[in-house]
């Protein structure tokens, strides 16, 4: 079955540079038509979809942190790593990875638990 | 960039009671390709979001026929026939026809 959990470290400080790995199993992220997102949900309120990174290696950012944002993948090791820089405290959030494909209409049908990420000095 | 709109923000349902919630966007879902991608999710309290239902109104696996999605263009709809506690949560719309928008949450509590 597919599954994905994130990790990285649960506080940064102010102006340091994020990165979480998100680590599946079930799928290939070389298959036709599969992409693996990262989506963050501060505390109490709606998600907010960062990143998406398709099987060709195409990368697509949300428009408000593109210059922020860096997604990669590493296929040999079924992990994607999600790159943001320049944290601020309106950064903290419980920031999730997740599968889509295209037969279900590229939504996100396949989500990790969360991983909580606080910036704070 | 497409922004997506629901309504309510919250619902309050008495059991067993039928529940709507509308999701609007801002612009036409219709991709170049003929689909329409729209989705739907259910958060319970504490827990990751859960795919309920895709491109409009094909219920994920494992999901109740009590939900129901339906709509076209920008204007969709999620529908509950009888609500159920276990349904408590806040539900999202998601476009994915052009980079991927969540809409603000509707959250659901039994009255």
């Known amino acids: 079955q597919i599954t994905l959990k994130e990790s990285g470290p649960t506080l940064v400080k102010p102006t340091q540079t994020l990165m979480l790995t998100c680590t599946f199993s079930?799928?290939?992220?070389?298959?036709?038509?599969?992409?693996v997102g990262w989506i963050r949900q501060p505390p109490g309120k709606a998600l907010e979809w960062l990143a998406l990174?398709?099987?060709?290696?195409?990368?697509r950012y949300s428009p408000s942190l593109n210059n922020r944002l860096t997604i990669t993948k590493d296929t040999s090791k079924s992990q994607v790593v999600l790159t943001m820089t320049h944290m601020d405290p309106v950064d903290t959030a419980t920031y999730y990875c997740?599968?889509?494909?295209?037969?279900?209409?590229?939504?996100?049908?396949?989500w990790g638990q969360g991983t909580p990420v606080t910036v704070s000095s | 960039d497409i922004v997506m709109t629901q309504t309510p923000l919250s619902l309050p349902v008495t059991l067993g009671q039928p529940a709507s919630i509308s999701c609007k966007s801002s612009?036409?879902?219709?991709?170049?390709?003929?689909?329409?991608?729209l989705s739907w999710l259910q958060q319970r309290p504490g827990q990751p979001p859960r795919l309920l239902i895709y491109?409009?109104?094909n219920r994920f696996s494992g999901v109740p026929d009590r939900f129901s999605g339906s709509g076209a263009g920008t204007d969709f709809t999620l529908k509950i026939s009888r609500v159920e506690a276990e349904d408590v949560g806040v539900y999202y719309c998601?476009?994915?026809?052009?980079?991927?928008?969540f809409g603000q949450g509707t959250k659901l509590e039994i009255k």
């Open positions: 990174i398709y099987w060709d290696d195409d990368k």
């Open positions: 612009q036409s879902l219709v991709h170049s390709d003929g689909n329409t991608y």
């Open positions: 491109k409009i109104s």
């Open positions: 997740a599968h889509s494909r295209y037969s279900y209409g590229y939504s996100f049908d396949y």
């Open positions: 079930g799928f290939s992220l070389s298959t036709d038509g599969v992409n």
């Open positions: 998601m476009q994915s026809t052009q980079f991927r928008t």
